[in-house]
């Protein structure tokens, strides 16, 4: 049985990405006084009275307005109503009861799921000021004082909720999810793609760059396995980066980088690949993660019989440095080549984990330097001793050898190529660290 799922709704500004980070345990939402931060539906697991549960943050809910990002933000926190089980209503103790409080709570009504209202900014632990009573005037029974920011009431208002939990079923254990991370500049259709997958509009997709502010957590399953798809905010060229909301987005978006095991780095097919794409792509890169080059777009490229080698050509040469990425030409637009996508989602997640037995390594090595000498260096030739594998995710081989100064980057190029030709390692990076007699790291 799925987890039970609390979502926390209300108008803009309210607090309600503070008490998801609170209920979470740590900063997932972005918390400004602007109005109009969260956009996506956030997911977070909780937990209270032994009980896990997940909790969502919504974007503020605006009723009545033309702007096409606020409807999006309806949309979104309607989604999210429909899927929970219980609802939190945020409301703002020093602003009183709005007009869009009491159409928020009208909506809510509609859904004849159960509501807790709950009264934020709170701050002072003990009796509540008058004006906490005028909140018993939206009709949704008990009102809850809290203070998202201190933590105030939160335990009253979680027992609330608990009571409103479905019953809990033993058949709840899954297999790991693989962790993808969708990533690249603003506007190349990351959510797109995610909502192509998803078969919803799960992310906010618009034209206006920048629309994707937080990283957006999404599980999926089909026939070849169980997926946490990250749909994250797009990076943009450090000097364009000037609002504080946008440096937090960034940093979010290399902190997914982080805690992702494969790493789909979009192309926009339009434009091929830019400055800023080999920089996005070399945060993938240099943290050791699988890697998958998508092409986004291509429904839009005029086609011939050489196109698409053409075209690989000169990706290859924008991302010299990771050779290993399999290249994907689809259309998050139209759904072309998307199911293959998850194919090579398994099969460098596979490779990115992949142990080589030493024996192996060692014959692997006798024979590389038997048909290529290591260098010499004023008489002074380069010795390798011995090559183990130490660690996965990245591959990561340690080579013992004589003098490490002796070891020039294109002969270890030559044996990671070897390592390669014989098993593959498609899709993911591999490190070699040089050690000489006596331990010494280099």
């Known amino acids: 049985m799925a987890k039970p799922i609390v979502a926390i709704v209300g108008r803009p500004n309210v607090g309600k990405s503070q008490l998801f980070n609170r209920l979470a345990g740590k900063r997932l939402s972005i918390v400004e006084d602007t109005p109009g931060i969260t956009r996506d539906r956030l997911y977070a697991d909780s937990e209270w009275r032994g009980r896990t549960f997940q909790v969502v943050d919504t974007g503020g809910i605006e009723p009545s307005t033309d702007n096409e990002i606020l409807k999006f933000m309806r949309m979104q926190a309607e989604a999210a109503i429909n899927a929970a089980d219980v609802i939190i209503l945020m409301t703002d103790l020093h602003s009183g009861i709005t007009a869009t409080d009491e159409a928020v709570a009208a909506m809510l009504r509609r859904s004849r799921k159960p509501i807790i209202l709950a009264v934020n900014k709170c701050d002072r632990p003990g009796t509540e000021p008058p004006e906490f009573y005028e909140f018993y005037n939206l009709g949704l029974g008990e009102p809850f004082a809290i203070s998202a920011l201190h933590g105030y009431g939160t335990g009253d208002l979680l027992d609330a909720c608990y009571e409103h939990f479905p019953e809990e079923d033993e058949d709840e254990a899954a297999s790991r999810a693989i962790k993808v991370a969708v990533i690249g500049k603003p506007n190349v259709g990351k959510s797109s793609l995610i909502n192509q997958i998803l078969g919803e509009n799960r992310v906010i997709v618009s034209d206006i760059a920048g629309t994707t502010r937080d990283s957006v957590d999404t599980e999926f399953e089909n026939e070849t396995g169980r997926y946490l798809l990250i749909d994250t905010a797009g ?56 890697c998958i080059i998508v092409v986004n777009k291509w429904d839009l490229i005029e086609k011939d019989g050489k196109t698409m080698e053409q075209y690989t050509r000169r990706v290859r040469e924008g991302l010299a440095y990771m050779p290993y990425a399999p290249v994907l030409f689809l259309s998050a637009m139209t759904g072309q080549r998307v199911p293959k996508l998850f194919d090579t989602i398994n099969e460098v997640y596979e490779q990115n984990g992949r142990r080589i037995p030493t024996g192996q390594l060692n014959s692997l090595l006798a024979e590389a330097t038997a048909r290529v ?15 183990t594998q130490s660690g996965v995710r990245p591959p990561t081989f340690v080579c013992f050898c004589n003098d490490a100064r002796l070891f020039h980057f294109s002969y270890q190029r030559y044996l990671e190529n070897q390592i390669r030709e014989v098993y593959g390692l498609d899709g993911t990076p591999v490190r070699m660290i040089i050690r000489e007699r006596g331990d010494k790291e280099k």
């Open 235 to 290: 990076i943009r060229k450090r000097s364009k980066v000037d609002e504080r909301i946008e440096k937090f987005s960034v940093m979010r978006s290399l902190l997914a980088i982080e805690r992702a095991d494969v790493c789909v780095i979009m192309i926009d097919a339009t434009e091929g690949v830019t400055e800023q794409d080999t920089k996005i792509a070399g945060e993938a890169h240099d943290a050791g993660k699988a």
């Open 373 to 387: 000498q290591p260098p010499t260096d004023k008489g002074r030739r380069l010795k390798i001793y011995y090559m």
